[in-house]
């Protein structure tokens, strides 16, 4: 128990769903799917879609398959779900210009392996953030990207190995 009265789980889902309010401010006016445990993070308005075999929470929403959400393509604004979920399914869901928020725990995932999983799935990182503990060394990975319609494929890693054949290749010498 914290010194409020309040235990620490629930001190720490009311900074989180702080932190998305932060982030989201205009969720209750928008079409949001919270996708398993996480829908306790969003306003009551949203929409809820829990994994097949769970209950959802508060008695709203529905249960639904990861790979084959019940809700027509570009129907939903916001989505708020862990990575280890269909992201796919989740890109299909999504209008132009929707967001998607992705909670990993720090242990599993770090900001590099959430960017490129963004990025596998057509996703524009937006910004990674940490959560909880120390700044370096956060409890939570915060990951939002916009649903990317048009436009180029997504980037080429930075860093490739692309140029050492080109660095070790043996360059022609000049006659005389």
Same mark, same amino acid.
């Given at each position: 128990?914290?010194?409020?009265?309040?235990?620490?789980?629930?001190?720490?889902?009311?900074?989180?769903?702080?932190?998305?309010?932060? $982030?989201?401010?205009?969720? &209750?006016?928008?079409?949001?799917?919270?996708?398993?445990?996480?829908?306790?993070? $969003?306003?009551?308005?949203?929409?809820?879609?829990? &994994?097949?075999?769970?209950?959802?929470?508060?008695?709203?929403?529905?249960?639904?398959? &990861?790979?084959?959400?019940?809700?027509?393509?570009?129907?939903?604004?916001?989505?708020?779900?862990?990575?280890?979920?269909?992201?796919?399914? $989740?890109?299909?869901?999504?209008?132009?210009?929707?967001?998607?928020?992705?909670?990993?725990?720090?242990?599993?995932?770090?900001?590099?392996?959430?960017?490129?999983? $963004?990025?596998?799935?057509?996703?524009?990182?937006?910004?990674?953030?940490?959560?909880?503990?120390?700044?370096?060394?956060?409890?939570?990975?915060?990951?939002?990207?916009?649903?990317?319609?048009?436009?180029?494929?997504?980037?080429?890693?930075?860093?490739?190995?692309?140029?050492?054949?080109?660095?070790?290749?043996?360059?022609?010498?000049?006659?005389?």
């Amino acid at each position: 128990m914290t010194l409020a009265g309040h235990s620490a789980p629930d001190t720490a889902q009311a900074a989180l769903r702080a932190r998305v309010a932060a $982030l989201w401010p205009d969720a &209750p006016a928008r079409a949001v799917l919270g996708v398993g445990n996480l829908a306790g993070l $969003l306003p009551d308005q949203a929409v809820i879609a829990a &994994p097949s075999g769970a209950a959802a929470p508060h008695g709203r929403g529905c249960v639904a398959d &990861p790979q084959g959400l019940p809700f027509c393509a570009a129907s939903l604004d916001r989505a708020l779900a862990a990575p280890g979920w269909c992201l796919p399914e $989740l890109w299909r869901v999504l209008r132009p210009q929707g967001r998607v928020l992705l909670l990993a725990p720090a242990q599993d995932w770090g900001p590099v392996g959430l960017r490129r999983a $963004l990025i596998a799935a057509r996703f524009s990182p937006l910004r990674v953030r940490g959560f909880g503990g120390w700044p370096l060394f956060p409890e939570l990975w915060l990951a939002e990207g916009e649903k990317r319609v048009f436009g180029r494929p997504p980037p080429r890693p930075v860093l490739s190995w692309g140029w050492l054949p080109r660095l070790l290749a043996p360059r022609p010498q000049a006659v005389p």
